[in-house]
């Protein structure tokens, strides 16, 4: 296992986005922006290694149960236009890329067979969805650099009325591809990301009077749309001349066409803010914003340009002050080591083996036990409201079990309860998992406007790893595969977020050992996986946990 510590960007992997109003139109299809520049912010990789690249290729493999669930919902399949839809911003995609992104879906089913699938949830469509997949890049040598995996899990996606199971498609890839591609582009690349950047040039009327020479002020801008292809260091080079010009006409003025003039201004000032932004010089930036401001076209005092460029320099002044804060990540980890029931055909619909079960009640069965993926992690993506806030609130009570079916020896009907209901299962084996909930809620704060939150609470089965005297250490078996701790004084499974907010909610967890807090800030906790948990417990159980 190769590991690379450096430097994280936080902001990045949450996704810093400049949001302004008319940005997208949907899951899938963009707004046009006249003029786009396609590149990345400012701020240095933390590995500088590849921060010349300026291309990838982009290979996709796509499980047969894509099309498949797509040919059930009569939707049109083209896997050119899941092609489409996969990119990386700032860079360019051409076959033979210095980077190739290898996205991998093994898996992939629409679950609408079974009769606890709710084809509907609150009056909206919902579909009960299960993929599995992989992310591998590699450098222009064909060196693996990067890896990420997204084990088996079901989840249900509630829509629009109105959208389409097509667009649905595209929305979950392109999801699962940014989620596990964000590390990338805050350990190899500049950022942040850029999202509606332009260039403004200017038009003339036919009626005006004018004598401004527009050809001359257009051909200024003749280098922007090929910064992609310039190494960043050239940039402030074929800036300079440009610049001198913009400036002396930042408060032009023309009595012949005040309108032209004041588009003038607009795009003298937008222009330089613009190439100062992707210098890395905010500072200058912002002496022109408020000619900006003070120019730009608007519709019932709204504005786009403004907005937007005042909150991507406040975006690079975050972004420059995190690169302070130390995140180590492991850019290859270990493959996943699936539990037998994932690698079913079935893994998207139930866990199933023979064991026996102890509810609540003090009952115990003992037969082949199934337990159902009935209420999956629930994936809200509408932008409509569907029913009435109450009835919302109402119908998400008690939603986060699963239920449990024991097929005993004998019996025509199997005994039926939920994981809420369970205290252990044990299997034939002698393992036993207990039951208990874990996850975490909607976070308060979120530096991703287009990201969807939702809440990963749930009831989960956990095998012991390791006992403690005030902690243990749990391994989660369905329905997901991630470890946990669980202090005895508590009732819930401690997960901490992966990146954002990790030291914090670590430093609150054991906020009683000053030790694992020293430990805590050196970044000793920051990886998210066995190894990681395992020298929590183990330094936890030393220093503190005995006491």
Same mark, same amino acid.
């Given at each position: 296992?190769?590991?690379?510590?450096?430097?994280?960007?936080?902001?990045?992997?949450?996704?810093?986005?400049?949001?302004?109003?008319?940005? $997208?139109?949907?899951?899938?299809?963009?707004?046009?922006?006249?003029?786009?520049?396609?590149?990345?912010?400012?701020?240095?990789?933390?590995?500088?290694?590849?921060?010349?690249?300026?291309?990838?290729?982009?290979?996709?493999?796509?499980?047969?149960?894509?099309?498949?669930?797509?040919?059930?919902?009569?939707?049109?399949?083209?896997?050119?236009?899941?092609?489409?839809?996969?990119?990386?911003?700032?860079?360019?995609?051409?076959?033979?890329?210095?980077?190739?992104?290898?996205?991998?879906?093994?898996?992939?089913?629409?679950?609408?067979?079974?009769?606890?699938?709710?084809?509907?949830?609150?009056?909206?469509?919902?579909?009960?969805?299960?993929?599995?997949?992989?992310?591998?890049?590699?450098?222009?040598?064909?060196?693996?650099?990067?890896?990420?995996?997204?084990?088996?899990?079901?989840?249900?996606?509630?829509?629009?009325?109105?959208?389409?199971?097509?667009?649905?498609?595209?929305?979950?890839?392109?999801?699962?591809?940014?989620?596990?591609?964000?590390?990338?582009?805050?350990?190899?690349?500049?950022?942040?990301?850029?999202?509606?950047?332009?260039? $403004?040039?200017?038009?003339?009327?036919?009626?005006?009077?004018?004598?401004?020479?527009?050809?001359?002020?257009?051909?200024?801008?003749?280098?922007?749309?090929?910064?992609?292809?310039?190494?960043?260091?050239?940039?402030?080079?074929?800036?300079?001349?440009?610049?001198?010009?913009?400036?002396?006409?930042?408060?032009?003025?023309?009595?012949?066409?005040?309108?032209?003039?004041?588009?003038?201004?607009?795009?003298?000032?937008?222009?330089?803010?613009?190439?100062?932004?992707?210098?890395?010089?905010?500072?200058?930036?912002?002496?022109?914003?408020?000619?900006?401001?003070?120019?730009?076209?608007?519709?019932?005092?709204?504005?786009?340009?403004?907005?937007?460029?005042?909150?991507?320099?406040?975006?690079?002044?975050?972004?420059?002050?995190?690169?302070?804060?130390?995140?180590?990540?492991?850019?290859?980890?270990?493959?996943?080591?699936?539990?037998?029931?994932?690698?079913?055909?079935?893994?998207?619909?139930?866990?199933?083996?023979?064991?026996?079960?102890?509810?609540?009640?003090?009952?115990?069965?003992?037969?082949?036990?199934?337990?159902?993926?009935?209420?999956?992690?629930?994936?809200?993506?509408?932008?409509?409201?569907?029913?009435?806030?109450?009835?919302?609130?109402?119908?998400?009570?008690?939603?986060?079990?699963?239920?449990?079916?024991?097929?005993?020896?004998?019996?025509?009907?199997?005994?039926?309860?939920?994981?809420?209901?369970?205290?252990?299962?044990?299997?034939?084996?002698?393992?036993?998992?207990?039951?208990?909930?874990?996850?975490?809620?909607?976070?308060?704060?979120?530096?991703?406007?287009?990201?969807?939150?939702?809440? $990963?609470?749930?009831?989960?089965?956990?095998?012991?790893?390791?006992?403690?005297?005030?902690?243990?250490?749990?391994?989660?078996?369905?329905?997901?595969?991630?470890?946990?701790?669980?202090?005895?004084?508590?009732?819930?499974?401690?997960?901490?977020?992966?990146?954002?907010?990790?030291?914090?909610?670590?430093?609150?967890?054991?906020?009683?050992?000053?030790?694992?807090?020293?430990?805590?800030?050196?970044?000793?906790?920051?990886?998210?996986?066995?190894?990681?948990?395992?020298?929590?417990?183990?330094?936890?159980?030393?220093?503190?946990?005995?006491?």
């Amino acid at each position: 296992m190769k590991k690379i510590t450096q430097v994280v960007l936080l902001l990045m992997l949450t996704g810093i986005n400049q949001i302004v109003s008319g940005q $997208s139109t949907g899951w899938f299809g963009k707004a046009t922006i006249s003029n786009p520049l396609n590149l990345r912010g400012p701020v240095p990789p933390t590995n500088p290694e590849y921060g010349n690249y300026k291309s990838y290729e982009m290979i996709l493999n796509l499980a047969p149960g894509l099309e498949s669930s797509m040919n059930n919902k009569k939707a049109p399949y083209s896997s050119e236009k899941f092609y489409e839809a996969f990119s990386i911003s700032g860079l360019k995609k051409q076959k033979e890329g210095e980077f190739k992104v290898k996205y991998n879906l093994t898996r992939f089913e629409l679950v609408n067979d079974e009769e606890y699938v709710q084809t509907y949830y609150q009056k909206a469509p919902a579909y009960y969805i299960g993929l599995e997949s992989n992310l591998e890049i590699t450098d222009k040598t064909g060196k693996v650099i990067y890896k990420r995996y997204t084990t088996p899990k079901v989840c249900m996606y509630v829509t629009n009325p109105t959208e389409t199971y097509e667009n649905l498609t595209y929305k979950i890839l392109t999801d699962n591809f940014y989620s596990m591609i964000e590390e990338f582009e805050g350990f190899y690349l500049y950022g942040p990301k850029i999202t509606k950047l332009r260039y $403004s040039d200017i038009e003339k009327k036919k009626k005006s009077k004018s004598t401004f020479n527009i050809e001359e002020y257009n051909q200024s801008l003749q280098v922007m749309p090929t910064l992609v292809d310039v190494d960043r260091e050239n940039w402030a080079d074929l800036f300079g001349e440009a610049q001198k010009f913009w400036k002396d006409l930042v408060n032009f003025q023309d009595k012949d066409d005040e309108d032209l003039a004041k588009q003038i201004r607009f795009s003298a000032n937008y222009n330089l803010a613009a190439t100062y932004i992707l210098l890395g010089n905010v500072e200058e930036a912002s002496k022109y914003l408020p000619g900006v401001k003070e120019n730009e076209k608007s519709f019932l005092g709204m504005r786009n340009d403004y907005p937007y460029m005042s909150t991507l320099v406040e975006d690079i002044e975050k972004y420059k002050k995190l690169t302070e804060k130390t995140f180590t990540i492991e850019a290859i980890p270990q493959e996943p080591v699936l539990a037998s029931y994932k690698k079913a055909p079935t893994a998207f619909r139930y866990a199933e083996f023979p064991g026996e079960v102890l509810d609540t009640d003090s009952k115990v069965w003992k037969g082949k036990v199934r337990i159902i993926s009935d209420y999956p992690e629930l994936v809200d993506l509408r932008t409509e409201q569907t029913v009435s806030g109450l009835r919302s609130m109402m119908d998400g009570i008690g939603s986060e079990k699963s239920s449990v079916y024991i097929y005993v020896e004998g019996q025509k009907k199997p005994e039926r309860t939920n994981l809420k209901k369970v205290v252990n299962i044990k299997d034939e084996e002698g393992r036993m998992y207990i039951v208990g909930k874990t996850g975490r809620g909607v976070s308060l704060v979120s530096f991703d406007m287009n990201k969807q939150e939702t809440s $990963s609470k749930r009831y989960s089965m956990f095998e012991e790893v390791k006992k403690g005297g005030k902690v243990s250490l749990y391994h989660e078996f369905f329905p997901q595969d991630a470890y946990t701790l669980k202090k005895h004084v508590q009732d819930e499974f401690f997960i901490p977020p992966v990146f954002l907010g990790r030291r914090k909610a670590l430093k609150e967890y054991f906020s009683d050992c000053p030790k694992m807090i020293e430990n805590i800030e050196k970044g000793v906790y920051d990886h998210e996986n066995k190894e990681t948990y395992i020298k929590m417990f183990d330094d936890y159980t030393a220093l503190c946990g005995n006491s």
